[in-house]
């Protein structure tokens, strides 16, 4: 059965630090990931994912995430947080279903 | 393209009650999936549809009914509402399979409390 594990129910930044989200998946499959905004209030809107090819994935707003096989880790960074990106994120694996994970909270703070 | 749209943005109703949400989508996509999310605890599936007349359960069906009739339409009805359904719920869709690496497209949200 897959899974996902979002380590860190909130993190809180300063404005122009490195964000660094974790996401750690299990999967039986090569699996396919994602990372999903959600801005208060909003529905989730997808900031990247990870399908095949490039471990590398770049995405909106400057983030960008990292597939690992090895590690099985797909952790989401941003080189310099704005105020903006303030949100939950979440990291989300499928092979089957959508599994989600349960969130990271972002705060930054000026 | 409105892409996913849900009426209403929010509701409440009495334990005992029932009422439908609704879902639509412009995209014409063949997939549409309603989840549930409470704080903590990420979203969770409810019912997904893989076609105008074909939908399935997902993780957690207790206390909800879905149909299909279109390929626009993806309604969700609470027969007998409990304190337990108080929640946000997200109507989405995608293009293809529910298994590959196509993305799902999320509405605004429905946010529902039950007294």
């Known amino acids: 059965a897959q899974s996902v594990t979002q380590l860190g129910s909130h993190v809180s930044v300063s404005e122009g630090a490195l964000v660094l989200l974790r996401c750690n998946y299990s999967s039986s499959v090569p699996p396919y990931l994602f990372w999903y905004v959600q801005y208060p209030n909003q529905g989730l809107q997808l900031l990247l994912k990870?399908?095949?090819?490039?471990?590398l994935v770049k995405g909106i707003n400057g983030f960008e995430a990292e597939f690992k096989k090895s590690e099985t880790s797909f952790h989401l960074t941003k080189p310099s947080a704005h105020m903006s990106d303030a949100a939950e994120y979440f990291c989300?694996?499928?092979?089957?279903?959508?599994?989600f994970g349960t969130g990271t909270r972002l705060q930054v703070f000026p | 393209n409105a892409g996913v749209t849900q009426t209403p943005k929010f509701r409440i109703l009495k334990i005992g009650q029932s009422m439908t949400l609704q879902c639509a989508q412009d995209m014409n996509h063949n997939y549409m999936y309603w989840y549930r999310q409470d704080p903590g605890m990420g979203l969770k599936l409810i019912y997904y549809?893989?076609?105008?007349?074909?939908?399935d359960k997902g993780e957690v069906p207790n206390g909800y009914n879905v149909s299909r009739s279109t390929t626009e339409d993806f309604p969700l009805r609470l027969e007998l509402a409990a304190p337990s359904q108080t929640s946000v719920y997200f109507c989405?869709?995608?293009?293809?399979?529910?298994?590959?690496?196509?993305?799902?497209?999320f509405g605004p949200g429905t946010r529902l409390t039950v007294l």
């Open positions: 549809s893989v076609g105008a007349g074909i939908t």
């Open positions: 990870y399908t095949t090819g490039a471990t």
């Open positions: 989405a869709s995608s293009y293809s399979a529910g298994g590959g690496g196509d993305t799902q497209y």
């Open positions: 989300a694996v499928n092979t089957d279903k959508l599994i």
